[in-house]
Each structure stands twice: as C-alpha cells, then as structure tokens.
C-alpha cells in the first residue's frame, strides 16, 4: 500500500518518515509530496481543533492522489495559558512566524509565572484509499522551560521538557531519543498498530 504524507514540515516529514519506515512491512511504501509530484502545495489549516486541520489535510491530498492519505496536526497546551498556543502553535507570533518567534513569544508569555506545566499533543488522520477516515492521537506532558536548551528537534523543541527526559528538553535529546517518548510517536504507534493489522 501507498501511504502519502500531508507535510511541507520537513521536520515533521523527517519524524514521520523515521518512524513508519522503521515499523512497517515492506507492503507499505511511504511517498512525500515531493515523491508524488506536489511539491510546494499549501493546504489552508481553518479547522479549530487538531483533528479538524488533520483531516482536511489529510482529505486534500486524498482528493489530489486518490492514494491512501496520512496527515498530522499537533499542538502546544500550556496550562497557565488556558492551553494556549495549541491548534494555533505554528502560527503562535503570526501567520509567518518563525520557530524562533514563536518561542519568545511563549516565554514572554509565562514570565513570571510559576505553573510551567504543558503537554504536545499530536492527532494524525488517515484516509485509506476507499476514502475511509480513521483518527490516532498520542501526547506527552511536560514543563516549559526558562530558558531555550539545545539545539536538535524544531518548533517548541528548546523549551519543553518532557516528564520522561531526566530534565532534558526535546531539542537536547537525539532524533532516536525523542522518537520514542514523543506525542507525535505515541500517535504514529497507534496507526501503525492498525495499519498492521489491515
């Protein structure tokens, strides 16, 4: 089977990548959108959960392909911040913003504040090529920290430290490490366990 990824997130592409490449049969073959001839397509996130905007990335690229369809979205929930940024992480400083700005704006955000506690929180969307949908989610709590750490990972990377992490933060951990502990794994397990089992 033809699995198509709905990333231009080339971290992301390289996360999803890594880990279905590692766990599935040879029967599947994982495609980009570079590898399926969409390369620089823009899908317009307008949902207002993580599921939503999953899903009509996933249902996009499903349309344009007609192959089997997986998408993700993934979002920053921060307690002292009503769980903010959260479906709106990537875009937390502005529709432009870069991982950089979005970063400071979080940590100028809870200057001050004692409550450090988050979670990520990643939902993916797969659609067969029947055009059936299915949902996964996974998630890892945490704290933000003070100050950015370490220079692996993206996105809010530097500044969270997941409970499982001896004190590291995601961007101080290896690419192997945080393969196993991340929301976007947890997820990813949960589909490959079904993906294996069709």
């Not at 890594?18 to 949902?47: N, W």
């Not at 949902?135 to 990377?157: H, M, P, R």
């Not at 499982?164 to 990813?188: M, P, V, W």
């Amino acid at each position: 089977m033809k699995i198509v990824l709905a990333t231009n997130n080339q971290h992301k592409r390289e996360e999803l990548v890594a880990v279905l490449q590692r766990e599935l049969p040879d029967a599947f073959e994982i495609q980009t959108l570079e590898e399926a001839g969409l390369s620089g397509i823009e899908i317009e996130e307008t949902g207002t959960t993580l599921e939503e905007n999953a899903l009509i990335k996933a249902r996009a690229i499903h349309a344009l392909t007609g192959s089997a369809t997986l998408a993700d979205d993934t979002g920053l929930e921060v307690v002292a911040l009503n769980g903010d940024p959260g479906v709106f992480s990537a875009r937390y400083a502005g529709p432009r913003a870069s991982y950089f700005d979005n970063v400071n704006k979080l940590l100028f955000s809870l200057t001050g504040e004692a409550d450090r506690r988050a979670r990520f929180r990643t939902v993916i969307a797969f659609i067969d090529q029947q055009g059936s949908e299915h949902l996964f989610s996974g998630e890892v709590s945490g704290l933000i920290t003070l100050e950015a750490l370490g220079s692996n990972g993206f996105g809010y990377d530097p500044v969270f430290e997941p409970l499982e992490s001896e004190g590291r933060t995601f961007a101080e951990l290896a690419s192997e490490e945080k393969n196993q502990i991340s929301h976007r794994a947890r997820a990813l397990k949960e589909a490959v366990q079904f993906l294996k089992a069709k």
